[in-house]
């Protein structure tokens, strides 16, 4: 059982393990892809395009409060793996309105 299993937000597929994909520290590079894929696809954020200092962003936006008590966001430093971008995007793609 997830040892954070107390917030009761823990993924259902991997909440018999230590720690539940949401709440584990140190994820390897399949388990950030793993993380970022099933928060996406379990809080479908939208993507909208702002405008900061002249320049357009994209950004997520989420209609409903999340909760993400606990979760090890992880971290990922540039150079950001070229393929890991291209999932998520993937993924945003089929659970977000994409907007161009």
């Not at 709440?23 to 590079?29: G, M, N, Y």
């Not at 970022?36 to 900061?52: A, D, M, N």
């Not at 409060?65 to 993924?91: E, K, M, Q, T």
């Amino acid at each position: 059982m997830c040892r954070m299993a107390h917030f009761g937000n823990c993924d259902p597929e991997t909440a018999d393990q230590e720690y539940c994909i949401f709440h584990k520290p140190d994820k390897t590079e399949e388990e950030v892809i793993e993380f970022y894929r099933k928060f996406l696809k379990r809080f479908k954020p939208k993507i909208e395009e702002i405008e900061v200092d002249g320049e357009k962003k994209k950004r997520l936006v989420f209609k409903e409060p999340i909760d993400a008590r606990g979760y090890v966001f992880p971290r990922i430093d540039p150079p950001f793996p070229l393929f890991l971008f291209l999932l998520v995007r993937g993924i945003l793609r089929k659970l977000c309105s994409w907007t161009k």
